[in-house]
């Protein structure tokens, strides 16, 4: 997975400044491993016991460009639909700046 220079520049700006708090160093960490997940599995990554313990986090995240939604799914704890989330990659950013 490509992770564009424009991502890893906000990610590295935030990081450096201290600007990220640690439950998003936390989700960064998390979903290092390239595969989308929903909040629900990335909470139970985390081991945290509620998805409000991440979600303000995992927008704020999103509002930054750093991670980007990436389709949806049923989960499998609610059975709803709920949106996949991932590290933001080069082609998103791509499209975003093209708008």
């Known amino acids: 997975m490509t992770i564009h220079a424009h991502s890893l520049q906000a990610y590295t700006q935030e990081r450096d400044s201290g600007q990220f708090s640690k439950r998003e160093h936390m989700i960064l960490h998390a979903m290092h491993t390239g595969d989308s997940m929903t909040d629900r599995q990335l909470m139970h990554i985390l081991q945290f016991p509620e ?39 080069k082609e998103a950013r791509q499209e975003e700046m093209a708008l």
């Open 51 to 89: 998805p409000g313990c991440i979600r303000p986090r995992v927008n704020r995240l999103l509002e930054l460009g750093v991670i980007e939604e990436c389709g949806e799914t049923k989960c499998i704890w609610t059975r709803k639909t709920v949106r996949l989330i991932r590290l933001a990659t």
